[in-house]
């Protein structure tokens, strides 16, 4: 049996409206020796050292077709395909230009970036997800709803503590800015990426994905 909790999405992502959803309650993340030790279970006794060739050669085969314009289906697993996106940590050329005579990075028009691989997109087996579900039942948790938090603080007030962060410690992280101004992640970087679009906030961001971070905009 699973467990779940009940949530509610912020407003700013409904318009307004209540939107309750369920989300699975994890306790722990098996990783690669936990996998490779479970595996042993179910097939029918063969090695580690074999289960771990196979994992190898996947991840090299992913390494050389996927980049070239390919798919990848497994049989009762699922299709993997690329993500793409924007580097903004490594502008292009011509970017690098423009910027040099406006070094003002909340326009849009700045944002010409090399195109990288952003991540894995993955879409289950329609069967693997049906025999999951004939072999779970999910428990709910708890009684009442977890409805997000809201800031106590205008955005004007968040602002100037955003600036008190990044004028202690250099650059501040999106876990420093919702602690800070008490919300959830997902309404701070709403906020944050107002600030930044707003040239009159002093506040740009650097770096991308879990290593984007905010520092003071150079006058």
């Known amino acids: 049996m699973a467990n779940y909790i009940l949530k509610e999405l912020p407003g700013e992502m409904t318009d307004g409206k209540t939107v309750v959803y369920p989300k699975m309650q994890v306790f722990s993340m098996h990783d690669y020796e936990k996998v490779i030790h479970n595996m042993r279970i179910y097939a029918n006794g063969i090695g580690e050292g074999i289960i771990r060739a196979v994992f190898d050669a996947f991840a090299q085969t992913m390494i050389c077709w996927l980049p070239v314009g390919h798919t990848m289906k497994v049989d009762g697993l699922g299709v ?41 997109n993955f879409k289950p087996d329609p069967e693997l997800l049906n025999e999951m579900n004939r072999q779970t039942t999910f428990n709910r948790v708890g009684v009442d709803v977890e409805v997000p938090k809201t800031s106590p603080y205008t955005l004007e007030e968040r602002l100037v503590r955003a600036k008190m962060i990044i004028s202690t410690y250099g650059y501040m992280t999106l876990t420093d800015y919702a602690i ?30 879990s290593h984007k971070i905010w520092v003071e905009r150079k006058k």
Request: proline residues 4%; contains cysteine.
């Open 80 to 120: 993997f395909s690329l993500s793409l996106g924007f580097d903004t940590s490594t502008p292009s050329e011509k970017a690098e230009k423009r910027k040099q005579e406006d070094d003002d990075d909340g326009d849009p028009k700045l944002k010409y970036r090399h195109v990288c691989i952003k991540g894995i």
């Open 180 to 209: 800070e101004t008490r919300q959830s992640k997902s309404a701070a970087s709403k906020d944050l990426k107002k600030m930044v679009a707003d040239p009159d906030s002093g506040i740009v961001c650097r770096g991308t994905g």
